[in-house]
Structures are given as structure tokens and as C-alpha cells.
């Protein structure tokens, strides 16, 4: 199964709203990241969160973690059309990585 | 800097025939090499890695193999396609280091077995 399974599966947005993404995981973990798809591309990996961390930023995106309810959040902050993509949250080393089924997020001009 | 290249884009096979799908790595040595597989609407499920020249691991059984005949060349192959095997194929690769946690992808190859 699954370690990280993303709610909820589809989100629709107006262009200018925030977008949040929740991750929810099974085992502890060393760290967890956040990736981004385009439609039929390949995945862009967008930001990594350690276990001893809280919060992390990156430009317009802020990502939670929170290890004792084994959950993550991805908050994309004045959403825009181009963020229009589907969002992987990732658990376990590289040879390892298991990715959930994802979150469309469709932000609308 | 790193670029990773993975082609074809798009493949239609008839059932029965042979695949190869190529990967390469740019601007990086010893890489970690992954294959991944998503169905449509779905996470990635892992297929195979190799951690150096002619090293590969089998995450799931199947009808596909996987070769690293050079130290940033992996290739994906079957000898005969089944209909189940239609889906989008990843390349992927990580740096070999222990704190290398970051996949690279490439663009993907959209496979459909006819």
C-alpha cells in the first residue's frame, strides 16, 4: 500500500486563492517531500521537510510537517494558472521513495 | 549542470513485441538509476534501480527487465508485451551519496500496448 496518500484527490481553485494539500503517512519517517507534475511530464521535485523540522518555505510554497500525527501540508500561496499540475508528497530514502496517489490542483484564470 | 534524457516520448506497440526504452544522464557521475511505472491517475510505483554498471533490483515481479550497460545509460526492455504493460515510464536518477534523497526525472514515455 501506500506510505503517503494526499487529500484531497482533485482541488479547484480561482487564480489569487490559496491551495492546500494535505499528506498523510504510516511509518516514521527521516524526511518527506513534496513533488510537482505537469500533464504528461515528468515529476519536479519541489521541496524536502526533515523530521526535526516544522515548517519550511520556498518562494510561494510552505510546507508542514507534523511527526506526531504523521502528516504534511503543502500550502501554494496566490495560486496562479501555471501551479494548474497534479502534487506527489514522497516518504523514505531515494532507492526507496514512496510516492501517494497525488492532488489535481486546477487553478482557474 | 545535471540533465536527464529518457525517449521515446510516446510509443504504440502491438501485444507481443519487443520494448526498449532508453535513459541517459548528463553532467553527473555514478548516479543511482530508477524506472518507474504510473497508471493514469495514480502514484508511481518503483520497477527497478541500480546503483552501478550492471547492479539492478527488481521491485516488482513482471514482464519487463531492466539493463545499466554504462555507468549513465539504463535501459528498460521487454521481449514480449503484454496490454498491462501500457502505462507512463519514468527514468529517474539520485545523486549515490547517502544524503542524496532527491529524484531527478525525466519527461517520460507514454507507452500503449495495442
Known amino acids: 500500500s501506500q506510505q503517503g496518500e494526499e487529500d484531497p484527490q482533485a482541488l479547484s481553485i480561482q487564480e489569487g486563492e490559496n491551495a492546500t494539500m494535505n499528506c498523510s503517512y504510516k511509518?516514521?519517517?527521516?524526511?518527506l517531500q513534496w513533488y510537482r507534475q505537469n500533464s504528461g511530464r515528468g515529476l519536479v521535485h519541489l521541496i524536502l521537510i526533515r523530521s526535526n523540522e516544522r515548517e519550511k518555505h520556498s518562494g510561494r510554497l510552505r510546507v508542514t510537517l507534523d511527526t506526531s500525527k504523521k502528516s504534511s501540508s503543502l500550502l501554494i500561496t496566490a495560486s496562479r494558472a501555471a501551479d494548474t499540475a497534479s502534487y506527489f508528497c514522497?516518504?523514505?530514502?531515494?532507492?526507496?521513495?514512496?510516492f501517494g496517489s497525488g492532488t489535481q490542483l486546477t487553478v482557474l484564470p | 549542470s545535471q540533465t536527464i534524457h529518457q525517449w521515446p516520448a510516446t510509443l504504440v506497440q502491438p501485444v507481443g513485441s519487443p520494448l526498449s526504452l532508453e535513459c541517459t544522464v548528463e553532467g553527473t557521475s555514478n548516479p543511482n538509476l530508477y524506472w518507474y511505472r504510473q497508471a493514469a491517475g495514480r502514484g508511481l510505483q518503483l520497477l527497478f534501480y541500480s546503483v552501478g554498471i550492471g547492479q539492478i533490483s527488481s521491485e516488482v515481479p513482471q514482464n519487463l527487465s531492466a539493463s545499466r550497460p554504462q555507468d549513465r545509460q539504463f535501459i528498460l526492455s521487454s521481449k514480449k508485451l503484454l496490454l498491462s504493460d501500457s502505462g507512463f515510464y519514468l527514468c529517474?536518477?539520485?545523486?549515490?551519496?547517502?544524503?542524496?534523497?532527491?529524484?531527478?526525472f525525466g519527461s517520460g514515455t507514454q507507452l500503449s500496448v495495442l
Open positions: 511509518t516514521s519517517i527521516n524526511n
Open positions: 529517474a536518477w539520485s545523486g549515490s551519496g547517502l544524503l542524496n534523497e532527491k529524484l531527478f
Open positions: 514522497a516518504t523514505g530514502s531515494a532507492r526507496q521513495l514512496t
